[in-house]
C-alpha cells in the first residue's frame, strides 16, 4: 500500500475539520440545475467563496455538496459516475433503502418535505452560516439574487435556530461525542483509538487499512491535470481524494408527545425515583446537561468536565447506570461490542462506523428555556406539535458501512445488545417487518423494567445523499 500524502487542509472544505460553532447563524439553501453551462459557470465562481479547512472564518462560511442527480445534470460522464459508491448512486429513497432506514408510515418518503419522489430532485446543497442573522441573510441573498439567471432555481431554504445550551429540542445536551481525527488536532493532544482519517475523509486508510471506494480516472480524462494522483499509486487520477459524504435527513422532533409519555409512564411506575426526567435521561443515555449516566447514574451532575470520558464494559456491563438500548448506547458502542468486549478489538470495532456529525436544530423551541422542568408544567401549550427538529448532517466515507450500518443495525435493531423488542427509544421505528418494537428496557435490580407502546418521536421530513467534493474535485466537475 502507497504511504497517504500529507494532509492538504487548503483542498477540504471547511465542514470537515469544524461545525462552526462560533457561526450560530445557519440555513441550507437545495437548489435545483436547469440550465447546465449557466450553472456550470456560476458554480466555477463560487469555488472561490467557499471555505476551506486551513482557516477559521469569523463572520461567514459557504460549503457546497452535490447530489447524484446534480453530478449527472452537470453532464459528468457515467463511467466516472459509476466510481462513487453504491448508496450515494442509488439514494435513500429506493424500497430497500425505506426498509432499513425506517422511512414507511409517516416518514414515508411520499411525505417528504423535500428529497422525495412527490419534490423536485435536489442538485446542489449550499451549506450556509453567519456569526449573526444579518451576516447570515447577507450571504444567502448574495447567493440567491440572480439564481434564474445563472441556470439554477431555488427548491427550499431550510432555516436553523441555535438553541441555548447546545441543546436539542427535547432538551439534552447534543453534540459531545464526536470522533476524535489525530489529523485534525492541531494541538497535538493524543487521545486513545483514534478514528482513522480514511474513515471520514477519501483517499486516505480506512479503519480496515484499505482505500474506500471512490471515482478513479484515467489521465486522459483529466487533461488539465487538476486531480491528484491516486495514492494507492497507480496511474489514475483521483476524483475523491479530499472529499466525502454528506448525508442530510430532516427530522422533526414531537416534542410534546415526548414528555407527555414521560409523564405518563413515570405516575405509573411504582418508584418515586422514576421521574419523568430520569426516564427520558435513560432513553437518552445521557442528563439533559450532558452528563453521562455511566458516569453520574443516580442524578444529573452538570459539573462533570469532560463529557465524553467513559466507557461501558468495565463501569457499566449489564446496563444498570446505562441502559443497553439507550441511544447513545447504540448510536456510539465504544467498548460493548464483540468480538472482545472491552478490548481494543472492540473499540476498533465501533470505530469503523463513526459519524462526523454537523447538524443544527430547526423551529422555535417548546420553552426557551430548554428546561424539561418547564416542558413538563406546560405540556398543553400547543393544539398540535409545531414544526421543529433537527436537520441531521453527517460525513462519513463509506454510507453504507457507516451511516447505513449505524441506522439498521444498531439503532432500529430490535435484538441490540441482546434485547428483544426495542429499538431506538428516541429515533428508531416502532414496526419492522410487521411486527411491533416500541418497548425500552431498564436494567435494574432485582427487576427489570419494561415500558411499552412507545409512541414515534421522531419523523423523517426530507433527506439525501450528497457529496463534499475537494477543491480540486469541484475544479474538475465545474470545468466545461
Not at 487548503?10 to 462552526?20: C, E, F, S
Not at 458554480?43 to 453530478?71: C, F, I, K, M, W
Not at 418547564?374 to 458501512?401: Q, S, T, V, Y
Not at 415500558?451 to 450528497?466: D, E
Request: include cysteine; charge should be negative; charged fraction near 25%.
Amino acid at each position: 500500500m502507497a504511504s497517504a500524502p500529507a494532509v492538504d487542509f487548503n483542498d477540504i472544505q471547511g465542514l470537515v475539520v469544524r461545525g462552526y460553532g462560533k457561526l450560530p447563524a445557519a440555513e441550507f439553501l437545495l437548489l435545483s440545475i436547469r440550465d447546465r453551462h449557466a450553472s456550470l459557470v456560476w458554480l466555477r465562481d463560487l469555488v472561490g467563496q467557499v471555505n476551506y479547512a486551513d482557516s477559521r472564518p469569523e463572520t461567514q462560511a459557504l460549503n457546497v455538496a452535490l447530489s447524484h442527480h446534480g453530478l449527472q445534470q452537470l453532464g459528468i460522464d457515467e463511467h466516472i459516475l459509476a466510481g462513487f459508491s453504491d448508496e450515494f448512486r442509488s439514494g435513500m429513497t429506493t424500497p430497500h433503502k425505506r426498509h432499513i432506514l425506517g422511512d414507511e408510515g409517516d416518514s414515508a418518503p411520499e411525505n417528504w418535505l423535500w428529497g422525495g419522489p412527490e419534490t423536485p430532485p435536489v442538485d446542489v446543497l449550499l451549506l450556509c452560516y453567519g456569526n449573526s442573522p444579518s451576516s447570515l441573510a447577507k450571504l444567502t441573498g448574495e447567493l440567491t439574487q440572480h439564481l434564474q439567471d445563472n441556470g439554477l432555481s431555488l427548491i427550499a431554504r431550510l432555516d436553523t435556530e441555535a438553541l441555548s445550551e447546545f441543546k436539542e429540542h427535547f432538551g439534552f445536551r447534543d453534540g459531545i461525542a464526536q470522533p476524535y481525527i489525530a489529523e485534525f488536532d492541531k494541538t497535538q493532544h493524543t487521545q486513545d483509538n483514534p478514528v482513522p482519517l480514511g474513515e471520514i475523509l477519501l483517499g486516505y486508510p480506512n479503519g480496515y487499512e484499505r482505500y474506500t471506494r471512490r471515482p478513479l480516472l484515467e489521465p486522459e480524462q483529466d487533461p488539465h491535470q487538476l486531480l491528484v494522483s491516486d495514492p494507492e499509486g497507480s496511474t489514475l487520477r483521483d476524483l475523491g481524494f479530499n472529499g466525502t459524504y454528506l448525508v442530510f435527513r430532516q427530522l422533526f422532533q414531537d416534542v410534546p408527545a415526548f414528555w407527555r409519555y414521560m409523564k405518563s409512564q413515570a405516575e405509573a411506575s411504582p418508584s418515586s425515583e422514576q421521574c419523568p426526567i430520569t426516564l427520558a435521561s435513560k432513553m437518552v443515555g445521557r442528563w439533559p446537561s450532558g452528563a453521562p449516566l455511566v458516569l453520574a447514574p443516580q442524578q444529573d451532575n452538570p459539573e462533570l468536565e469532560d463529557k465524553d470520558a467513559f466507557n461501558y464494559h468495565a463501569t457499566d456491563p449489564d446496563g444498570l447506570k446505562c441502559p443497553l438500548g439507550a441511544h447513545i448506547r447504540r448510536t456510539h458502542p465504544r467498548d460493548s461490542l464483540p468480538p472482545e468486549p472491552g478490548s481494543e478489538k472492540s473499540m476498533a470495532f465501533a470505530n469503523r462506523h463513526r459519524l462526523l456529525r454537523r447538524g443544527r436544530a430547526y423551529g422555535k423551541p417548546f420553552d426557551r428555556s430548554m428546561n424539561p422542568e418547564r416542558f413538563l408544567a406546560n405540556l398543553d401549550r400547543e393544539a398540535a406539535p409545531k414544526a421543529r427538529g433537527l436537520h441531521f448532517i453527517c460525513l462519513n466515507a463509506n454510507i453504507g458501512r457507516q451511516f447505513e450500518f449505524v441506522q439498521h443495525t444498531w439503532s432500529n435493531n430490535a435484538n441490540f445488545n441482546g434485547l428483544y423488542h426495542d429499538s431506538d427509544p428516541i429515533t428508531g421505528i416502532r414496526r419492522f417487518n410487521g411486527r411491533m418494537q416500541d418497548q425500552f428496557t431498564i436494567q435494574q435490580w432485582p427487576i427489570r423494567r419494561k415500558l411499552k407502546q412507545l409512541p414515534t418521536f421522531v419523523q423523517t421530513r426530507g433527506g439525501g445523499y450528497f457529496f463534499l467534493p475537494s477543491r480540486r474535485a469541484m475544479r474538475f466537475l465545474f470545468s466545461e
